[in-house]
């Protein structure tokens, strides 16, 4: 039985990882993390490239499977309830997810239809999102037309159509200019407050994680460094630290040599090639 757009009770947690290990051949990219995001909370999750980040976002969004610990999403657990779970999360990953050949009103109605919006309540819905994301002038207009920043919002509008009590944010701002960034996150600011949604976030811009974030865990080849507030993290190592600070400590100097493990040179390639066309 499937479980639609539920609110959870209040001492679930958004998420949950215990033990969470993921390895690709003998390489470990996960090693036995251990995670928990309280409802409502806007949660950074930073390192540099192969980290261990875009794996663990593809495990909690049910992408693959879980090979050793347990992860749970809204009380729901990753590998036996993955369809209640799809039902109740958004997510805007770093790839474009949108579908030039349509409107913007389209491409939000069809994600509507994917995750079951109900039909009488259906259109409503759409325009309520595109009204959130200030897109209702442009919603007829095909999306291929779009400014990067417009296309970012049109994804979150997809993904917000549900209502999902959790929405996952991979690297949302990649390629904007600091206007559209701004744009960006004032929308997400004000869906969590509206909405109560807790917010998981993968960026590399640490003043967007410093004013965004609740809290940040700080990953580096494939291990949690560190757990807090920005202000926690950055008072570890003094008083005029910045996170900027406290990111290069906890990766240290192999920052320079890292491979990045979760796709290599595609993966760069695949993200520049993002940033080109979302503006």
Not at 57 to 62: D, F, K
């Amino acid at each position: 039985m499937t479980t639609k757009s539920v609110e959870p009770p209040d001492d679930i947690p958004a998420v949950e990882c215990r033990g969470l290990t993921h390895r690709y051949g003998e390489h470990t990219v996960v090693d036995d993390l251990d995670l928990r995001i309280d409802r409502g909370e806007v949660f950074g999750l930073l390192g540099p490239n192969g980290a261990g980040k875009t794996t663990t976002i593809r495990l909690l969004t049910t992408l693959m499977p879980v090979q050793q610990g347990q992860v749970s999403i809204l009380g729901w657990q990753v590998g036996k309830h993955n369809t209640d779970i799809r039902y109740n999360l958004g997510y805007v990953p770093q790839q474009l997810s949108i579908e030039g050949a349509l409107t913007g009103r389209q491409n939000v109605t069809w994600f509507a239809r994917l995750f079951d919006v109900p039909r009488r309540d259906r259109a409503e819905r759409v325009e309520q999102m595109l009204d959130a994301m200030d897109l209702l002038d442009v919603a007829d207009r095909l999306a291929s037309g779009y400014s990067g920043g417009m296309v970012r919002r049109l994804e979150l509008a997809q993904a917000l159509v549900n209502r999902p009590a959790l929405l996952i944010l991979d690297e949302p701002t990649v390629g904007l200019d600091p206007i559209a960034r701004d744009s960006v996150w004032d929308r997400v600011r004000e869906l969590r407050h509206r909405f109560g949604t807790t917010v998981l976030l993968t960026t590399h811009y640490m003043a967007e994680a410093d004013v965004l974030c609740d809290r940040i865990a700080m990953l580096h080849k494939g291990l949690l460094r560190a757990v807090g507030s920005p202000a926690e993290l950055k008072a570890t190592l003094g008083p005029e630290a910045s996170l900027e600070d406290v990111f290069r400590h906890h990766a240290g100097a192999g920052l320079d040599e890292e491979t990045n493990t979760e796709g290599g040179l595609r993966s760069v390639r695949s993200t520049r090639r993002t940033a080109q066309r979302a503006g």
